[in-house]
């Protein structure tokens, strides 16, 4: 469920259309088990394709998120107006003032309850056929598209629970 705060916004979010979330835990070739987050629009906005990538580059140029010029380290900026909350059983990620609740996997929850925070990856290349729950091949796939990953903000991401 993604929603907007009735406060002022920078983007018109009938050009963002439908964002979704999808979260897992990968490996990399010289690391531990990460939990990834990929957000991104399925291209249904207002003025189609175009318009969705324009405005979700606009979203995130006006959060502060550098794209495509390596990682942000969102503890290192704390006014930074990106947050992931988690909850037992879910998360909610803000950026600015744009909220999208999810139901993650168990087995990220406990990597991002072991780690303390989730590498996020805000594609602005918009993903019209998206990804079902579980599709790994498809998240595969996209997230392995140089051109969309070179294009995305990537944050590292601290993860805050009620109790901190």
């Known amino acids: 469920m993604t929603s907007v705060s009735p406060e002022t916004q920078s983007v018109p ?6 964002l979704v979330v999808q979260s897992w835990r990968g490996t990399p070739p010289h690391g531990n088990d990460i939990p990834y987050l990929l957000a991104c629009s399925l291209a249904d906005g207002a003025n189609g394709p175009e318009g969705t990538a324009k405005a979700v580059e606009q979203l995130l140029l006006s959060a502060g998120l550098s ?3 390596g990682l ?5 900026r704390p006014s930074l107006p990106v947050s992931l909350l988690v909850v037992p059983g879910s998360a909610v990620l803000t950026v600015q003032h744009l909220k999208s609740q999810f139901v993650p996997p168990e087995t990220w929850l406990e ?8 590498y996020l990856i805000f594609a602005t290349r ?14 595969a ?3 392995s598209d140089e051109a969309a990953m070179a294009s995305a903000a990537h944050v590292v991401l601290p993860a805050r629970s009620l109790r901190s």
């Open 13 to 18: 979010t009938d050009d963002l259309g439908s």
């Open 67 to 69: 794209l495509g010029e």
């Open 72 to 76: 942000v380290h969102a503890a290192q």
């Open 111 to 118: 990597t991002v309850g072991e780690l303390g925070y989730a």
């Open 126 to 139: 918009p993903w019209p056929e998206g990804a079902g729950p579980g599709d790994a091949e498809a998240l």
């Open 141 to 143: 796939a996209f997230t």
